[in-house]
């Protein structure tokens, strides 16, 4: 399986960014797929996450509410809107994807980060 993210850049606060994450490979649409971020000094967290089939969702609570995952097994894509941006949302985003929805046990393929400016 391999992962390309884009659509990272500059943002206002309080403003809407859209990542896209690309998936390749044969069973990519049995994978659960997510989208961790990494900010300065802190550890990797996992933001949202969807499983294989697209039914099932969930969200860091620093997001709720703002953040929205999305897959689309026709182009085996993942998209990640992020609306009412705040400062400390900047960071390295990267996608995701494993088999089963543990993501406890990490991800089993990673694709490259892109990163997500949010300026106040």
């Known amino acids: 399986v391999q992962l390309q993210a884009s659509g990272g850049g500059l943002v206002q606060a309080g403003g809407s960014r859209r990542l896209s994450c690309a998936a390749s490979?044969?069973?990519?649409?049995?994978?659960?797929m997510g989208w961790f971020r990494q900010a300065p000094g802190k550890e990797r967290e996992l933001v949202s996450a969807v499983n294989w089939s697209g039914g099932s969702t969930s969200y860091a609570d620093s997001v709720k509410g703002r953040f929205t995952i999305s897959r689309d097994h026709a182009k085996n894509t993942v998209d990640l809107q992020m609306n009412s941006l705040k400062p400390e949302d900047t960071a390295v985003y990267y996608c995701a994807a494993r088999r089963g929805s543990n993501w406890s046990n990490g991800a089993d393929y990673w694709g490259q980060g892109t990163l997500v400016t949010v300026s106040s």
């Open positions: 490979g044969r069973t990519v649409s049995l994978y659960a």
